[in-house]
């Protein structure tokens, strides 16, 4: 939402680019968001992957899920604190790029099956 109203509703005033008025409460937003989102993500690694890495399944399509958001909260801290202006517009194409397509993969893996037998139970050891 916050790309949409910063690509397509920003006007230009007087001093310049003016904001949407909603994009810093969607920013703060998006910010505690992405910080709740870290946590849960590591608890989805320490519980779901760690059980099912092993059954051979899916990885393809799990490991690009974890290395785009692992791209998206290095680009994401990345815009804190970089201050030379053509590496935080570099940082920022990443960090919406990777914003986007992450969904893509999030959904892909989440809802689409993938050919083969379904694993019914934690995988044994081996």
């Known amino acids: 939402m916050w790309l949409l109203l910063d690509e ?3 006007k230009r005033g007087e001093f310049g680019i003016t904001p ?3 994009e ?3 920013l703060l937003l998006h910010g505690v968001v992405a910080i709740i989102s870290m946590y849960l993500f590591g608890w989805i690694t320490a519980r779901h992957v760690l059980r099912w890495w092993p059954a051979r399944r899916r990885r393809l399509s799990g490991g690009a899920l974890a290395a785009f ?3 998206l909260a290095a680009s994401g801290f990345a815009l804190f604190f970089l201050i030379d202006d053509a590496s935080l517009h570099i940082a920022t194409l990443i960090h919406d790029a990777c914003g986007l397509a992450v969904a893509v993969f999030a ?5 689409f099956k993938g050919r ?3 694993v019914d139970s934690a995988p044994r050891g081996g």
């Not at 959904?107 to 809802?111: E, G, S, V």
């Open 8 to 10: 397509f509703f920003a």
């Open 20 to 22: 949407h008025p909603m």
């Open 24 to 26: 810093a409460p969607l």
């Open 69 to 71: 958001l692992a791209v």
């Open 107 to 111: 959904i892909q893996h989440w809802f």
């Open 116 to 118: 083969g037998r379904a």
